[in-house]
């Protein structure tokens, strides 16, 4: 019996015992089971701002977790050996639900973050753990490509206190030939998480020659600013070589500070620069413009701000702070 997954927006048809574009859903008796479910191939404790999330609880330690496969298969990918592998072909443990959150009350992580590869393809395992995770009172937060449907978002929204979404480029072309998959649903995903009530902020990896285009970058700052208001932080982050795109250069600063102030002129009042140390590595308060947070790449040197004001000027900073 064929089944249809409704996952994500590939929705592969899978005959008896076939395996998605995924890697890591099968089709048994007409019934998707997960082949990861329990078995992250990485675990971890990173500091929230690596995910990188800059308005969300800043120095807190996060329980991080991934498993293999992944809903796209983008050639610039950092964790390609994991995001782009079968479950059989990586090393894994196993570590049900419970045992994550364990882990993270062990460790003293405030928060469990589903990162790495694509936690869409774990969805079951990261939707399990968020549920026993906001019962014991652990914030719950993911860095995804937002690659995944409406009604399976929508459910697992109840239980996410906050998303860093790829938004990997600003045209249908981008996402087709570097990443195959659609821009598209995508944005819809930002607009649910929007609605949900989800803190969400973006990355969006600058590629030279490829997505670099301040036309396009004005293009979707300005649909960020008009789709989830000017306070949603997005992070630029400097591309390196690797996986299938070994022949492009580094992203040269020029480039990453031109796209900022792009995107400050569009009217965004939080972007950052990342995977390079500069000054728009700090937050700064909208109103006063002095520095509200100093970071030293992934550790913060100062915190001005309390109780989601400014301490200068009491200007609220939107973010979730305690």
């Not at 990443?179 to 949900?196: A, S, W, Y």
Request: hydrophobic content about 35%; overall charge positive; charged content about 25%.
């Amino acid at each position: 019996m064929k089944v249809r997954c409704e996952l994500c927006p590939t929705e592969c048809v899978l005959g008896e015992y076939e395996v998605g574009g995924c890697k890591v859903r099968i089709n048994k008796g007409g019934v998707l089971y997960s082949l990861v479910y329990g078995k992250p191939c990485a675990v971890a404790i990173d500091p929230i701002e690596k995910k990188p999330f800059f308005h969300f609880l800043p120095g807190s330690r996060a329980f991080s977790i991934a498993t293999a496969g992944c809903v796209l298969g983008c050639k610039f990918c950092q964790n390609w050996q994991i995001s782009q592998a079968r479950p059989e072909e990586v090393d894994y443990q196993d570590l049900p639900p419970a045992d994550v959150v364990r882990g993270a009350i062990f460790y003293g992580c405030r928060v469990i973050t589903y990162t790495y590869t694509e936690p869409t393809v774990f969805y079951e395992y990261m939707y399990d753990t968020a549920l026993i995770a906001k019962r014991a009172g652990i914030k719950n937060t993911m860095h995804t490509c937002g690659y995944i449907n409406e009604r399976p978002l929508r459910e697992l929204s109840k239980y996410m206190d906050a998303a860093d979404v790829d938004l990997k480029a600003f045209t249908e072309d981008f996402y087709a030939r570097i990443c195959g998959g659609r821009l598209r649903p995508v944005l819809n995903t930002l607009n649910i998480l929007k609605e949900e009530g989800v803190w969400l902020e973006i990355t969006n990896l600058v590629i030279p020659t490829l997505n670099d285009d301040m036309r396009k970058i004005k293009e979707m700052c300005l649909w960020i600013k008009d789709n989830l208001g000017p306070d949603v932080p997005l992070h630029f982050s400097r591309f390196f070589p690797n996986y299938k795109l070994k022949n492009l250069p580094p992203t040269p600063l020029e480039t990453l500070l031109k796209a900022r102030e792009t995107a400050l002129d569009a009217g965004l009042r939080f972007v950052y620069i990342g995977n390079i140390r500069t000054e728009a590595e700090h937050t700064y308060c909208p109103s006063c413009k002095r520095r509200l947070i100093g970071r030293e790449g992934y550790f913060i040197r100062e915190n001005n701000i309390m109780n989601g004001r400014c301490r200068f000027c009491r200007a609220s900073v939107p973010g979730i702070w305690s």
